[in-house]
């Protein structure tokens, strides 16, 4: 659906301090670049964090969001035809996406891991609900709906003590002694907010609780570590400990937790309860002048110094736990981040870094938001925007 902008003579009063370029009637080139570098005519996303040329079903999920947000409907269709054909079987009714697709050892081009990631999983279904509801597309929020009743099938478990939990996938997250793996990274708060208005008879509110504990619960000393145990003690009760094969570090899958519960919609009941039990972070960011890489979650210590897109992740939540200057102070990292590979310093930034660009400075921008139903408010449908007649 093809839709026409007027530029708003209020953008500075209704934006804030929305960068120029930013405006209604402006394209995103921080999409624009990362499309042009990463995604290919079919709608194959590269991710270069892994294997030459592999593709992840996280990598297809953020991408078909970016998509959407840039209001970028021809690439959102190349996106998930790619990834319904290729990750799916072409049978979301019956296939959850795989998370691995590339080049195996026989030379054939064609899933590698056939297990699927929960994470990627729901964002899928989020995008499509929301290109859907925004768009018009009706195709699409039926591929969103058998996507969610394969992730009820297969991904959501009820454990004791804590109820219906989000697994991070369908095979190998259930240990011996009533032990379960869990990643705190994997269940945004906004996200699973949307699934339960759009799928109101699921498991999902009880997810969203059983979500909003592992956030709360599952890290220490203000910080979120990347994979977290949960060990049950009798029929209805259990405990987090540290993870069985990650132990209790918090370092590039946790970071994410910090930025979904910044962009959480500070009317949601759970968003000030998450904040605070991430308050680590503030403090370690500001002692070094940027995120550390890892932290051991039990004593609190930290180590090594992130890449510049820990920063970007970092910007929407010091801006939303009332921390401005660091905020101001991790957006300019993570933009010279990005400038020294445009600007013939290193190569291209690496793809995850990249991507956590995307989401921190994308959300800086007032690119997006979600309200406190976890429903999509893009740029491109603000009050700056009129549709063309």
Request: aromatic share 12%.
């Amino acid at each position: 659906m093809k839709r026409g902008f007027i530029h708003c003579a209020a953008l500075a009063v209704t934006l804030g301090h929305l960068p120029a370029q930013a405006a209604c009637d402006e394209p995103w080139p921080l999409w624009q670049r990362f499309a042009e570098t990463w995604v290919q005519a079919d709608g194959r996303v590269l991710e270069s964090s892994l294997l030459d040329n592999h593709s992840t079903s996280e990598g297809q999920a953020y991408a078909l969001f970016f998509a959407l947000v840039a209001n970028d409907a021809e690439r959102f269709a190349q996106i998930w035809r790619w990834s319904r054909e290729n990750l799916a079987g072409n049978d979301p009714q019956s296939v959850l996406p795989a998370w691995l697709w590339g080049q195996g050892k026989d030379g054939r081009w064609q899933v590698q891991d056939a297990n699927s990631a929960s994470d990627a999983d729901i964002w899928f279904a989020y995008a499509l609900l929301e290109a859907d509801r925004l768009w018009g597309r009706k195709e699409y929020r039926d591929d969103a709906l058998a996507l969610l009743g394969q992730v009820k099938a297969q991904e959501i478990l009820d454990l004791p003590g804590l109820g219906p939990t989000l697994m991070p996938g369908p095979v190998g997250f259930v240990q011996p002694d009533h032990l379960w793996r869990l990643n705190p990274s994997y269940a945004p708060i906004s996200v699973l907010r949307r699934l339960v208005s759009a799928d109101p008879d699921g498991p999902w509110q009880q997810v969203v609780e059983s979500s909003a504990k592992l956030l709360r619960d599952g890290g220490g000393h203000g910080f979120a570590a990347d994979w977290v145990g949960y060990r049950g003690t009798s029929a209805t009760s259990g405990l987090f400990v540290p993870d069985p094969f990650k132990g209790d570090i918090g370092s590039y899958d946790a970071i994410r937790v910090y930025l979904w519960a910044g962009m959480t919609d500070p009317g949601d009941p759970l968003a000030k309860p998450i904040l605070d039990s991430l308050r680590g972070m503030a403090r370690a960011t500001a002692a070094i002048g940027m995120p550390p890489e890892k932290v051991a979650i039990t004593t609190g210590e930290t180590d090594g110094r992130a890449p510049f897109g820990f920063s970007a992740a970092l910007v929407p939540f010091f801006q939303a736990s009332a921390e401005p200057w660091l905020a101001e102070q991790q957006q300019r990292r993570a933009q010279a981040g990005l400038a020294q590979g445009r600007d013939g310093g290193s190569p291209v930034p690496i793809y995850y870094d990249y991507m956590l660009s995307l989401f921190g400075l994308g959300w800086a921008e007032k690119r997006y938001r979600f309200d406190a139903d976890g429903r999509l408010e893009p740029l491109w449908e603000s009050a700056c925007s009129v549709k063309a007649p």
